[in-house]
């Protein structure tokens, strides 16, 4: 069955953010199946930013454990910054053009079984842009 739980990078609700993923204010978390995309909820971004080195690993840490305890498989933003490499072997990532967060699900819904199948791989996933 094709199911899984992505999270996407916005402040608002209404654009993805330009920056890279992890600098998110917030993360809306959806239910994308069959039947579409499910809004499960919104939840912030509670990790300090890094303070000394970029692309820091305990960063990257920290919002893995956030959204791994939410059930997130999938991470979809504008950005990703160079802690993709982290991220990439707990996640499915993706990477898309658009900047309205309605366009950015019509994308994941259209790609959705191309994002399973590279969920699927674990750890020598690859990111997707779309």
Do not use: W
């Not at 199911?3 to 654009?15: N, Y």
């Not at 204010?25 to 239910?31: A, E, G, L």
């Amino acid at each position: 069955m094709l199911k899984f739980t992505l999270a996407i990078a916005t402040d608002d609700g209404q654009c993805l953010i330009k920056r890279h993923f992890g600098d998110s204010d917030f993360y809306y978390i959806y239910d994308v199946g069959e039947a579409g995309a499910k809004l499960l909820q919104k939840i912030p971004n509670t990790v300090d930013e890094e303070e000394e080195i970029h692309a820091d690993p305990q960063k990257a840490k920290g919002i893995a454990q956030i959204l791994k305890k939410e059930g997130v498989d999938v991470l979809a933003s504008k950005a990703f910054g160079p802690n993709i490499k982290r991220m990439i072997k707990k996640f499915a990532c993706v990477m898309l053009k658009t900047e309205s967060l309605e366009a950015a699900l019509e994308l994941i819904l259209i790609h959705k079984e191309t994002i399973k199948k590279e969920l699927d791989k674990g750890e020598n996933r690859i990111p997707l842009k779309f």
